[in-house]
């Protein structure tokens, strides 16, 4: 099994252009989750997905977009990208019930909007 | 809302034990969980605690007081491999499909 994967690994944006991360998972896991991480931040929830066709805001929406139209994937988009939005992304995924305190992370997108 | 507390930093000396505590604040509670992060690397899940008192998993022990909203991760026989982030996480059981809350992590660095 692959776990958690995520495209790009690395990607460098100008302001206001727009790109998707892709979150893949082979776990078979009901959810799914988009975290940004900044120093001395932690981690940050975006937006999350409780199955295939369903998305939830999390801490620190704006400015983001997500899709969830296969249960293994979930989409990350940013429509007109800003400096501010320079972070490294993750995607995690869970098993529902008792695994929920359970997440598991993929590597990791590091973006840098210029 | 939801916090959670943490120490920004812990420095300890190799072979030596640590202590990284978590208080945390929130209107419903459904576990505390710790998560490893490597500099360059992505978390990975530590230990879970739903009910008070230790859980051990080789040298890493997590202990878990909800009567305080307390809990802390011990880890034992510092290696220079666990110089690492460590975060703290809670679900607050507001309702099933809630997710974690991470605390903003604690940077342990190990000294020789």
């Known amino acids: 099994n692959a776990g958690v994967t995520q495209t790009p690994k690395f990607r460098v944006l100008k302001t206001g252009q727009s790109m998707t991360l892709l979150c893949a998972q082979d776990?078979?896991?009901?959810?799914m989750y988009w975290y940004r991480q900044d120093p001395g931040m932690g981690l940050r929830l975006i937006h999350y997905?409780?199955?295939?066709?369903?998305?939830a805001k999390g801490e620190v929406p704006d400015g983001y977009n997500v899709s969830r139209l296969k249960k293994q994937n979930f989409l990350l988009g940013l429509e007109s990208a800003a400096p501010s939005q320079t972070s490294v992304y993750f995607c995690?995924?869970?098993?529902?019930?008792?695994?929920?305190?359970?997440?598991?992370f993929g590597p990791g997108t590091r973006l840098t909007v210029l | 809302g939801q916090s959670l507390e943490q120490p920004s930093e812990v420095t300890a000396v190799e072979g030596a034990i640590v202590q990284i505590n978590c208080t945390y604040q929130?209107?419903?509670?459904?576990?505390l969980s710790w998560y490893q992060q490597h500099d360059g690397g992505a978390p990975t899940f530590l230990s879970y605690?739903?009910?008070?008192g230790l859980e051990e998993t080789g040298r890493f022990s997590s202990f878990l007081s909800r009567s305080d909203s307390y809990g802390y991760l011990l880890l034992q026989e510092l290696q220079m491999k666990d110089s690492a982030s460590y975060f703290c996480?809670?679900?607050?059981?507001?309702?099933?499909?809630?997710?974690?809350?991470f605390g903003k992590g604690t940077r342990l660095s190990v000294i020789a």
């Open positions: 995690a995924s869970s098993p529902p019930g008792g695994g929920l305190h359970t997440q598991y």
């Open positions: 997905s409780v199955g295939e066709g369903t998305t």
């Open positions: 996480a809670v679900r607050p059981s507001l309702s099933g499909n809630t997710p974690l809350v």
């Open positions: 929130t209107s419903g509670f459904y576990g």
């Open positions: 605690n739903g009910l008070d």
């Open positions: 776990m078979n896991h009901e959810y």
